[in-house]
């Protein structure tokens, strides 16, 4: 089963990217999707060893328990690594730099494929989790 506590998180964080990209809000959109994606990836392995995950340590330790546990096909994998990769890299964007994405014509013709990707991972892993629980080895 996932963390239902970073599930929860997650799925939050996912509304509120879709209610923010509603409204033109591009920079606060890409920045609680990408949170959804991390809340998503926690729920799934559970706390970090020691202090809290990194962005770059998580996508990693989540990537070897779905790996190891067979939740997803490896192609998948490593296109959910490429893709947080981008999407980190888009929030930092968003979050950090002058830069508005919202006159950004890339951003808003890119972002619902972002949203779609984020809530179809959702989707499959609270399906294949339905009655397992992911957190153990």
């Known amino acids: 089963?996932?963390?239902?506590?970073?599930?929860?998180?997650?799925?939050?964080?996912l509304e509120t990217a879709k209610f923010a990209f509603e409204k033109g809000y591009v920079c606060s959109a890409v920045s609680n999707c990408y949170y959804a994606l991390f809340?998503?990836?926690q729920a799934v392995v559970g706390e970090a060893p020691e202090?809290?995950?990194?962005?770059?340590?998580?996508?990693k330790a989540f990537t070897?328990?779905?790996?190891?546990?067979?939740?997803?096909?490896?192609?998948?994998?490593?296109?959910?690594?490429d893709f947080s990769d981008r999407?980190?890299?888009?929030r930092k964007e968003?979050?950090?730099?002058?830069?508005?994405?919202?006159?950004?014509?890339?951003a808003k013709t890119n972002f619902p494929v972002y949203l779609s990707?984020?809530?179809?991972?959702?989707n499959s892993l609270k399906e294949i989790s339905n009655g397992n629980d992911l957190n153990k080895s």
């Open 94 to 106: 968003a979050d950090y730099q002058e830069k508005i994405l919202e006159g950004s014509e890339k």
């Open 87 to 90: 999407l980190y890299a888009l």
């Open 64 to 81: 070897k328990v779905v790996f190891q546990k067979g939740l997803l096909p490896k192609e998948k994998i490593k296109g959910i690594v």
């Open 117 to 122: 990707i984020v809530e179809n991972l959702l």
């Open 1 to 13: 089963m996932l963390n239902k506590n970073y599930l929860l998180k997650a799925e939050r964080r």
């Open 39 to 41: 809340n998503l990836m």
């Open 51 to 59: 202090g809290s995950w990194t962005h770059g340590g998580l996508p």
